[in-house]
């Protein structure tokens, strides 16, 4: 194959401009008895930014799953410029042209990102061909205004520069169709920004992005065509300014979800107050410094700040996982648990719903039953040392999986790791919330989540707080922060650097997060 | 160029298209492992045709003389015994993640402790075997709770830990036998023959020996104590994500290393198992290949007790059938032992299908 860059591609000589790109008819796809897709129609245009948008489990990334040739279609027609084709494996897709970014990275970590690059797109003797794609890449960056040092090792690039080393390598396979899964996910906004900037850039030479969200500030700033999926359908492909966005959220999830603010009646006395904790990392770096909060009961205290500021080391200090070096936490009708054990602040009413669910939430191997009553069996809830009493916890957590309102779930010994992240969010608030837990602490609840998840997430914080409860709500979201929030504190520097009492200013906080107040 | 590469036309290789399986049934998963035993059992009987076996031998040999003399059913059930014992020990280690290699060691050990207690005399006749038991137990935890306190406390890993103190074990058991625990009579490398009373019985009005009950008996405890018990529900977390077991509140420590002394004690009453109903003496190789087929038997048993069990007496049959093949068909040890690595890697590798499916395109 002769080497096309994409500037190559700028050629306005290039073959068919006026059809399609690409184009799925009638595909449908199962699982078992699952049907994933079901008679879904998409089209691709040449030179555009395509988003995808749809819920959790709405079957968009199975969708393009089947089209870079990781799963084969039951039934359907695939067209690439116009010709009927078969993909059957990624290797078929990159002949075609066509490259993903998925939104777990696949790069071997210790190699160097060209290393990465060279391992998908290497041919011929190693210096050759690493030589061959040290230029390919450079001069590719350099169009598209990415800036990776390709010599350093994956491990020690950040996520955004990981993901570019990602796309790099399909540019490098002179990929013409773009796809990249959720983007955003794991970006910050300024980061995303830079992201989709570069992918205009790519568009405007020639070549097709689709990208996959449930962000819909994503889509109507930066795509041309928006085609909305829901439950395995394409429900439509409409034009940004077409329509606003209650009018695309009622596309995407079936009806208009609104989420207003709703602030406490009824604030009561101290519930948690920190005071002047410090604790130093491994490195003897602090990574919480004089960190001092109250919040009271029938209170949400909302910490915004951007991520890498001692949140995570926060959270791990609020549920016991880590030990402060010095300061105290207080509970108001308990006194000082700064030492206590995870198991001891549970029995005390803390509980933690923590970002990383995968790592922190849920143990996605085992069965849906298993994760809820974890927390139950401890406390003896299910039977005693000797034995447990598994019918008690089916029991329990059919009740649970209603109450919540987790769906997805075929059987109780389904393994959660299945659920969706939205049913998998609602499943560890069902365990945690079970006990009726006096203090919580949220860590970006809804990160990953869509729009319907998101609120139900919203929903139930809002109960424990009209219960009496104390609400720790960390998030990065501004606009989270903002809903949800009765008090806010801003933190930076491992310590809260300015409180603001609801309803506050953006641009204030805005500004305290980036500048010290 | 790149619309010639694709064409309509498919050989029949590009007709396969391997995907990610969501999630097994769990009886499919028995079928497929099933078949792969069948699979590795076919090859294995195969090879031993090649070899000169007849195939009438082979029935005969495998399957007619060991059901039907009696002599042949006890010397499976006497080698099954510490198979199972062993087999657990790798069962409950592996469900802690917890690499146990070190089980040969610890039956090194525990047979040590058990005949510490015979050649001493210590405690009533009537409680002596009982006692070396429980001795054997604690031995095999003293000999594993290094590796466990070292990876626990300093993250040292105990797969090359445990695995470097089977040797030392072993020359530590060298410098008994040539050392003070000579026999007093011979002056062979073994220790002095146990009493009738220290070593495990026949069952009265039975043929066989008490071990085979004794392994069952563990079994039906190592059962409880994981599908019944909370000690079992809470290692499941331990096994699947120890940090979120961590924050849930599990203090995982402290399973991991029950988990880890429960490995060496069972690890340590299979060498007492060995030397008393088998032996009746410490000798200098009794312990030879069963921490390997422990690790081999857990494995194939996915750590499933009863598994463990089928395994055990399959290998039980393989060795006792073994012996008959080396000395009448003069078919090498190293066959049996070829025949043992085939079964492993045909279940293992069905296990590939447990993940993966292939699909045919249409």
């Known amino acids: 194959m002769p080497p096309t860059s994409v500037v190559g591609q700028l050629d306005p000589a290039v073959k068919n401009t006026a059809g399609f790109v690409l184009e799925l008819r009638n595909i449908v796809k199962t699982f078992g008895t699952f049907t994933a897709l079901d008679d879904v129609n998409f089209n691709l245009k040449r030179g555009e930014v395509h988003a995808l948008l749809g819920e959790n489990g709405a079957g968009k990334s199975t969708l393009m799953n089947i089209v870079c040739g990781l799963y084969a279609a039951d039934s359907g027609e695939r067209l690439h410029e116009g010709e009927p084709v078969w993909i059957s494996n990624p290797r078929e897709a990159h002949a075609l042209g066509i490259g993903m970014v998925h939104q777990h990275y696949k790069l071997v970590k210790p190699f160097s990102a060209l290393e990465n690059i060279q391992l998908e797109n290497g041919s011929g003797p190693y210096r050759t061909s690493l030589n061959r794609i040290r230029q390919k890449a450079t001069e590719i960056s350099k169009i598209i205004g990415f800036e990776v040092d390709l010599d350093l090792p994956v491990e020690q690039l950040s996520i955004s520069e990981q993901q570019r080393v990602e796309i790099l390598k399909i540019l490098t396979a002179d990929a013409r169709i773009i796809i990249l899964d959720e983007p955003t996910a794991v970006l910050t906004d300024m980061e995303a920004e830079n992201m989709f900037t570069a992918m205009r850039s790519l568009a405007a030479t020639g070549c097709s992005v689709v990208f996959v969200t449930h962000k819909l500030r994503e889509a109507f700033s930066f795509a041309d065509r928006i085609t909305v999926m829901r439950g395995g359908k394409t429900i439509n492909t409409v034009l940004p300014n077409q329509l606003d966005v209650t009018e695309l959220t009622t596309l995407i999830v079936g009806e208009t979800v609104v989420e207003s603010v709703n602030r406490s009646k009824n604030i009561g006395d101290p519930k948690i107050t920190l005071n002047e904790i410090s604790m130093k990392r491994n490195n003897g770096v602090n990574a919480i410094t004089d960190l001092s909060f109250q919040v009271r009961s029938?209170?949400?205290?909302?910490?915004?700040?951007?991520?890498?500021?001692?949140?995570?080391?926060?959270?791990?200090?609020?549920?016991?996982?880590?030990?402060?070096?010095?300061?105290?936490?207080?509970?108001?009708?308990?006194?000082?648990?700064?030492?206590?054990?995870?198991?001891e602040l549970r029995d005390l009413g803390i509980v933690c719903i923590h970002s990383d669910r995968?790592?922190?939430?849920?143990?996605?191997?085992?069965?849906?039953?298993?994760?809820?009553?974890?927390?139950?069996?401890?406390?003896?809830?299910?039977?005693?040392y000797i034995k447990v009493k598994h019918k008690l916890i089916h029991e329990a957590t059919e009740l649970a999986i209603e109450a919540y309102d987790v769906r997805g779930v075929r059987t109780l010994n389904q393994k959660a790791g299945l659920l969706s992240g939205g049913n998998a969010q609602k499943l560890v608030i069902a365990r945690e919330f079970s006990r009726e837990p006096s203090i919580v602490v949220a860590h970006s609840p809804c990160r990953g989540l869509d729009v319907r998840a998101s609120s139900a997430v919203h929903e139930y914080l809002l109960k424990a707080r009209d219960r009496g409860g104390a609400v720790v709500l960390i998030s990065e979201d501004l606009d989270e922060i903002l809903l949800m929030s009765d008090r806010i504190g801003v933190m930076s520097g491992g310590a809260i650097v300015a409180e603001f009492d609801a309803?506050?200013?953006?641009?204030?906080?805005?500004?305290?997060?980036?500048?010290h107040g | 160029m790149v619309e010639s590469t694709v064409k309509n036309q498919r050989n029949l290789f590009q007709r396969f298209n391997l995907e990610v399986r969501d999630h097994m049934l769990a009886w499919q998963q028995a079928v497929l492992i099933f078949?792969?035993?069948l699979l590795g059992l076919f090859l294995s009987a195969l090879m031993l045709v090649v070899a000169g076996v007849g195939v009438s031998d082979l029935l005969n040999e495998f399957i007619i003389s060991i059901f039907t003399s009696s002599r042949n059913i006890n010397a499976v059930l006497l080698l099954s015994a510490p198979l199972v014992i062993v087999g657990l020990s790798a069962a409950i280690g592996f469900k802690a993640r917890f690499w146990n290699i070190g089980i040969e060691g610890q039956v090194i050990f525990g047979a040590i402790g058990a005949t510490l207690i015979a050649n001493y005399d210590i405690g009533p006749d009537g409680f002596r075997v009982l006692l070396m038991g429980l001795v054997a137990a604690l031995f095999g935890m003293a000999w594993i709770a290094l590796p466990m306190v070292l990876r626990l406390k300093l993250q040292v890993n105990e797969i090359i830990s445990t695995l470097l103190l089977n040797y030392i074990a072993f020359n530590f058991l060298l410098h008994l036998l040539f050392g003070s625990w000579k026999d007093p009579i011979t002056s062979f490398p073994n220790s002095k023959i146990y009493d009738q009373f220290e070593r495990l019985p026949k069952l009265a009005g039975l043929d066989f020996n008490v071990s085979i009950l004794l392994a069952l008996a563990l079994v039906i405890i190592f059962v409880w104590v994981l599908a019944v018990s909370r000690f079992g529900f809470v290692l499941k977390f331990v096994y699947s994500n120890s940090k979120m077991a961590k924050s849930i509140g599990i203090n995982v420590g402290v399973l991991v290393a029950c988990a880890a002394l429960a490995s060496g004690a069972l690890s340590g009453i299979a060498g007492f198992t060995i030397s008393a109903s088998i032996d009746s003496r410490l000798t200098q190789s009794f312990f030879v290949g069963y921490g390997f087929l422990g690790i081999l038997i857990g494995f194939l048993a996915r750590n499933n007790p009863l598994l463990v069990v089928l395994f055990s007496v399959m290998m039980a049959i393989l060795m006792v059938a073994g012996q008959t093949l080396q000395v009448f068909y003069q078919i090498p040890f190293s066959m049996i032992q070829l025949i043992q690595a085939t079964i492993v890697i045909c279940v293992a590798a069905s296990e590939f299908f447990i993940h993966h499916r292939i699909r045919l395109v249409k």
Do not use: C, H
């Open chain 1, 298 to 343: 029938g209170e949400i205290y909302g910490i915004a700040g951007i991520g890498g500021n001692g949140q995570n080391e926060l959270v791990a200090i609020l549920s016991g996982l880590r030990k402060i070096d010095t300061g105290s936490i207080e509970l108001n009708d308990v006194g000082r648990v700064e030492n206590a054990t995870p198991i």
């Open chain 1, 358 to 384: 995968e790592t922190y939430g849920l143990a996605y191997g085992l069965n849906i039953a298993e994760n809820f009553s974890i927390s139950g069996v401890l406390a003896g809830e299910f039977g005693s």
């Open chain 1, 503 to 515: 309803p506050a200013n953006r641009n204030e906080i805005g500004k305290s997060m980036t500048g």
């Open chain 2, 35 to 37: 078949g792969g035993l």
